[in-house]
């Protein structure tokens, strides 16, 4: 089975920043649709950022990420990226990395076959 891999989560105090990384071995990502979603406690998983292939690549944010992150990805090192600034203490969730998106809207996370496991981000 593919199993997507994330790094980066951890603890941070408002305002300050992380990058999440996501990659997998033996199996080419970046062909494919990204994205990033993240679950809270209690709360359902939410689309955070997308980035698609078509019209080459076209990015999708939440609203309420808009302007603090940033998806992308390196598709010679096969791994993507979300780059959060600002952060919020609503922002602390658990964020998964998903690839390979079938059917739906970008963040829209019953489309995607591929996911990781999870990070955990923690704003204080």
């Known amino acids: 089975d593919v199993q997507l891999v994330e790094s980066g989560g951890g603890s941070v105090e408002a305002g300050g920043s992380l990058r999440l990384s996501c990659t997998a071995s033996d199996y080419t990502l970046t062909i494919y649709d990204l994205a990033w979603f993240r679950q809270a406690a209690g709360k359902e998983r939410e689309g955070v950022a997308a980035?698609?292939?078509?019209?080459?690549?076209?990015?999708f944010y939440a609203d309420s990420v808009k302007g603090r992150f940033t998806i992308s990805e390196d598709s010679a090192k096969n791994i993507f990226y979300l780059q959060m600034n600002n952060l919020k203490p609503e922002d602390t969730a658990m964020y998964y990395c998903?690839?390979?998106?079938?059917?739906?809207?970008?963040?829209?996370?019953?489309?995607?076959?591929?996911w990781g496991q999870g990070t955990q981000v923690t704003v204080s």
């Open positions: 998903a690839s390979n998106r079938w059917r739906g809207t970008p963040l829209n996370p019953n489309g995607y076959v591929q």
């Open positions: 980035l698609t292939t078509s019209g080459g690549g076209t990015t």
